[in-house]
């Protein structure tokens, strides 16, 4: 019976550790918001990069991930020690609102390319050879590139609902083919990711995304900062194979 609480005191928990609250509590958050307006910036450039040849532009979906997460990081500071849950909340957070701005700029940049050329090629010889009067034919132009795009959108309207964005995510990932008729010409509109490559393209995009910002976020779980590289006169320590 003696050591009755000797034993339970060998069972007792260590409380001993300090917790340690941060300055600023809210800085992650207001971090959060700069970080995705950073990443939709960003995107606007990605959706544009994501045709490149063996799927390269995929890359861009890590490096958008450290860019916006380390300058992000900087102003999310003050709120360190930042739990894992919440840390990664926020990331899948970004995440969401990241792929949303590129599916709309990748949306946004197909639709201008269904207006320029060469699409409706037949159609633009018509107009440069009828107008003679140089700012007539670029008007003439500009609007037949406005009446491609326009017809475009009302096919994903119409065969994709509810269109937009949305529709063309369902209509590349059912086909990505389409015809469309202008001014008495059938153009045959093809994206070049469609079918089952467009989701695990995109997929593939999310994660190196959120791989991106799991490292540039990664020092905001710790209670102190650290860093990679001495400053003049600090001692260092070897460390042993």
């Not at 260590?14 to 509590?25: C, L, M, T």
């Not at 939709?40 to 544009?48: A, K, N, P, Q």
């Not at 209509?171 to 990505?176: A, D, E, I, Q």
């Not at 059938?186 to 995009?205: C, D, L, M, N, S």
Request: aromatic share 10%; glycine share 10%; hydrophobic share 50%.
């Amino acid at each position: 019976m003696a050591d009755e609480p000797q034993q339970q005191a060998g069972n007792a928990v260590d409380v001993g550790a300090p917790i340690v609250k941060p300055a600023d509590p809210a800085a992650f958050f207001r971090a959060l918001v700069i970080a995705a307006i950073l990443l939709l910036v960003l995107d606007v450039l990605l959706g544009t990069l994501l045709w490149l040849p063996f799927f390269s532009g995929l890359l861009g979906f890590f490096i958008e991930g450290l860019i916006a997460g380390g300058i992000a990081f900087r102003f999310a500071r003050a709120a360190r020690p930042v739990s894992r849950h919440r840390l990664w909340v926020g990331i899948l957070l970004l995440v969401a609102i990241s792929m949303s701005g590129v599916l709309y700029s990748e949306y946004w940049w197909f639709c201008g390319r269904v207006g320029r050329p060469p699409m409706f090629s037949k159609a633009r010889n018509v107009i440069l050879q009828k107008e003679t009067d140089e700012a007539r034919r670029l008007a003439a132009l500009s609007e037949l590139s406005t009446e491609s795009v326009q017809r475009f959108k009302s096919y994903l309207s119409e065969s994709s609902p509810p269109g937009g964005a949305l529709g063309y995510a369902r209509w590349v990932t059912k086909s990505g083919v389409a015809s469309i008729d202008v001014r008495g010409e059938t153009q045959k509109v093809e994206a070049g990711h469609r079918g089952w490559i467009w989701p695990v393209r995109t997929a593939i995009g999310a994660v190196l995304l959120a791989v991106g910002l799991a490292l540039a976020f990664d020092a905001l779980k710790l209670t102190t900062p650290v860093r990679n590289v001495l400053l003049p006169g600090e001692e260092y320590e070897e460390i042993e194979d």
